[in-house]
């Protein structure tokens, strides 16, 4: 963060969890002008009546108290159901496997909740991600958080230059076990919050029952790669590449023992194609194609870049080059074949800790 000046107006982004507790605990110590808002993003009621912000508002609410903060509210529903969750929904219809968060950060957090906080007087808004960013000559760079285990550049690689030049993130040199100890000793309520996980919209409730609501899917067959019928499953868009649960499989004649994987889906026939073997040749692949990518930049590099990738959160850096770029669709050649590499899911480049930017992944060979 710049240095403290009481005359700016930081609008932190307050979800109720500890992170962005600690953000606002650092940025009050700093002598920031500091107000929260929290995003109620999602209306859908849970089965007991609820929805799922309540708690998480009054979790806020304590905090703002501690740190003598105001805090505001503003109902971006429409904007995450528009901008989030209906392409959430025709990609699954499509098959594929998205990943929600990259745009709710786009479109959400740092497009309507941003627009939101300047209109409350912010001159910067901030959040508790752990990410940096560190301005140069040339621009605002993002960068991995310092601690790599929580680090989350990967679901903010889509932000435009300009978006990143307006955020802050001041956890995001901190490892997760210096924030929880900052806000145990600050008397903050949300020192021992459990961390959120998985889709923010589904909550606790089965990852099924919930898509069925908005997805009605038909019962199929699941087969091998040489066309053995060896199941049926609910819907062939409940299943992502790779996935071993729930797929009840057993005693298949002239097969050995042992788990099944997910490796291919026919969505037109609704047919579901397994294998047995964590690594099967079916599931590795050395070459993908990503539409819709984006340079934090603002600006594509040279080509061919030399350069690292990630396909799903959490995974180790894979050496790759980036061989062209056409109207925003890249071709990508990992040193190594990678395993059950998603269509919908994004694949992000870093060089060092530096990301670069990323895309949606559309197709594998």
Known sequence: MPTAAADTHVVVALSGGVDSSVAALELVRAGYQVSALFMKNWNEPTDDGRCRWEDDVA???????????????????????????????????????????????????????????????????????????????????????????????YFLHALSPAQLSAAWFPVGEMPKPEVRAKALAAGLSTHAKKDSTGICFIGEQPFRAFLARFLPAQTGVIKTLNEQAVGEHPGVIYYTLGQREGLRIGGVRGAVEGPWFVVAKDVANNVLYVAQGHDHPALLTQRLLADGVTWIAGVPPALPLRCAAKTRYR???????????????????????????????????????????????????
Not at 315 to 320: G, I, K, L, N, T
Not at 322 to 336: C, H, K, N, P, Y
Not at 342 to 362: A, H, W
């Open 59 to 153: 979790d806020a609410l304590d905090v703002c108290e501690r740190l003598a903060i105001p805090l505001n509210t503003v109902d971006l529903s429409q904007a995450y159901w528009d901008g989030v969750f209906a392409d959430f929904l025709a990609e699954y219809a499509r098959g594929r496997t998205p990943n929600p968060d990259v745009l709710c950060n786009r479109e959400v957090k740092f497009k309507a909740f941003l627009a939101a906080a300047r209109e409350l007087g912010g001159s910067v808004i901030a959040t508790g991600h752990y990410a940096r960013i560190r301005h140069t000559a040339s621009g605002a760079e993002l960068l991995k958080g310092a601690d790599h285990n929580k680090d989350q550049s």
């Open 315 to 365: 995974q180790p850096d894979q050496a790759c080059v980036i061989e062209t770029l056409v109207e925003g669709r890249a071709s990508v050649v990992f040193d190594r074949p990678q395993r059950a590499v998603t269509p919908g899911q994004s694949v992000v480049f870093y060089q060092g800790d530096i990301c670069l930017g990323g895309g949606v992944i559309d197709a594998t060979f």
